[in-house]
């Protein structure tokens, strides 16, 4: 009997590499062989439980460039995830988070996620990003390699972005195609909901920014933490008051002011970046080689961003 044959399980079960093209949506799926910090689900491909999460799916490659299309979501129970390891104040609201999106041991680019109020209660906020792998990075029988993971906020960013932003953060799905010639990332497109956005590596130099009113963040959602407060009166009143804070929020009228100016670092390593602002133009210095994060340089919370390149 061979050394290695001592190691096996008759629990084990063959991976079964996927074909191209893939579109994975249930952590279920027999070509996902590893999961590292996350907790597999079977509506979305996992859910991340620490301070990074990461996912490796057997795919039938070609050798070939191949697009990859990652969807991030955050939900209530994310938050609530993240509430429970951080313990914040009950009075905080929520803060937007910036995530880092890493394939095959390469920093691909990043994604804001913030969820917004309303009356009933917060909507739930999406990302998508697509990136390309060249030639040879994903063979046949190969590993797809897709990790979430934090960054390092600039100084600027201090208190107005979450810590720990990965604790909780879905991965909604994956997929992969074959394509003929590698182009640029793409991000979300969309308004980001807060006053941050992320160009992602290989944007243009120049963009037009574009705002829109949004509520206030909601209130966090916070796990009973002691034998009080876990009783069904005390958990019926911190759900009646957060409630009326809500309605309390959702019901101000939002004034924001004029945009007084755009910062912009290196979302990896929160090196500051040169920027220009005319109007609704924003222009850097340079074609982004990283992905860059851009924020307002006074805090607005009830301004919401889309960052688009300009033709």
């Known amino acids: 009997m061979s050394v290695g044959a001592y190691f096996r399980t008759d629990f084990d079960e063959p991976a079964v ?35 990074f999460g990461a996912v490796a799916v057997k795919v039938h490659g070609t050798g070939g460039p191949v697009r990859v299309t990652v969807s991030i979501g955050l939900d209530e129970v994310a938050t609530r995830w ?24 390469r920093i691909r680019g990043g994604a804001v996620l913030a969820r917004r109020q309303g009356w009933r209660g917060a ?3 999406e990302a998508t990003l697509s990136f390309d792998l060249a030639e040879g990075e994903l063979n046949a029988d ?4 897709v990790e979430l993971g934090q960054t390092t906020p600039p100084e600027w960013a201090a208190g107005r972005l979450s810590t720990r932003p990965v604790v909780g953060l879905r991965i909604n799905s994956i997929g ?12 979300p497109t969309g308004f980001s909901g807060c006053d941050f956005f992320v160009l992602q590596p290989g944007a243009g130099t120049v963009h037009r920014l574009t705002t829109d009113v949004v509520p206030s ?16 009166p005390a958990r019926a009143a911190f759900k009646a008051v957060r409630a009326a804070r809500r309605i309390v929020v959702r019901a101000k009228p939002y004034r924001p002011g004029p945009l007084a100016g755009v910062l912009a670092a290196d979302l990896i ?28 340089a006074s805090p607005q919370p009830n301004l919401s961003w889309r960052v688009l390149e300009a033709k």
């Open 17 to 51: 590499p996927a074909e191209l093209p893939m579109q994975l949506a249930t952590g279920m799926n027999q070509a996902l062989t590893i999961a590292d910090q996350m907790v597999r689900g079977r509506g979305i491909v996992g859910r991340v439980t620490g301070d």
């Open 82 to 105: 993240w509430a429970d390891r951080v313990r914040p104040s009950r009075t905080a609201p929520e803060l937007p988070r910036v995530v880092a999106v890493r394939s095959q041991g």
């Open 123 to 125: 909507a739930g906020a």
């Open 142 to 145: 190969g590993l797809l390699m």
């Open 176 to 187: 992969v195609r074959a394509i003929d010639s590698v182009s640029a990332v793409t991000g």
């Open 217 to 232: 963040a909601p209130p966090l959602p916070l796990t009973p933490r002691n034998k009080l407060t876990k009783r069904r």
């Open 269 to 296: 390593t929160g090196t500051p970046i040169a920027v220009e602002v005319a109007g609704d133009e924003i222009r850097l210095a340079a074609p982004p080689t990283g992905p860059v994060l851009l924020a307002a």
